[in-house]
């Protein structure tokens, strides 16, 4: 699927790559419209040092980063990772993804992970910091990430993140596509 792109200069070129993973991120940005395109703006810049491949806001999905090439999304896991970045924050409760703007983003995301693991033929599972280390493949959390390798301490997307329902909306639009 083809997305509006906001090039990061903020990342590592490479001819090609493994993907095994996709990194779940919040972008610690209030719901709002222009939310995936606060946060793509932000990573064009060289002062944030970061990037992702996907922002994802309740109405829009934007490209930063080609899939072939590394993201700095989160350090010890960018080798063979997807950046995803849904707006909201860590701090969100279980309650608050629940909300209309929320499922809207988790649906957004969810069809735009179904189709990178559909692609990469990546297992929808969640992925623990034990799994990272094994170099099993599917899908987690920065926190996930920072657990695993000791090189942040960020916590994103944050313990009330909708883990089990998230993957079920990923396998739905999975089911969808192949029809």
Not at 140 to 148: K, M, P, Y
Request: contains cysteine; neutral net charge; aromatic residues 8%.
């Amino acid at each position: 699927m083809p997305y509006p792109f906001v090039e990061s200069p903020n990342v590592s070129r490479r001819a090609s790559r493994a993907i095994d993973v996709v990194v779940i991120h919040t972008m610690e940005i209030a719901e709002r419209p222009d939310a995936a395109s606060i946060c793509a703006r932000w990573f064009a810049t060289k002062a944030s040092e970061v990037s992702a491949h996907y922002c994802v806001d309740a109405g829009t999905v934007i490209q930063c980063v080609r899939e072939k090439d590394l993201g700095w999304h989160a350090r010890g896991g960018n080798t063979t990772s997807i950046g995803v970045e849904l707006a909201g924050f860590a701090r969100q409760s279980r309650r608050e993804w629940e909300d209309d703007y929320s499922r809207a983003v988790l649906e957004r995301a969810a069809a735009l992970v179904a189709d990178i693991c559909l692609r990469q033929r990546i297992p929808v599972r969640w992925l623990a910091p034990g799994d990272l280390v094994a170099g099993r493949r599917g899908i987690t959390g920065h926190v996930d990430v920072s657990r695993a390798f000791e090189l942040s301490d960020h916590w994103d997307p944050g313990p009330g993140f909708p883990v089990e329902s998230f993957l079920d909306s990923v396998r739905a639009a999975q089911q969808a596509a192949r029809v």
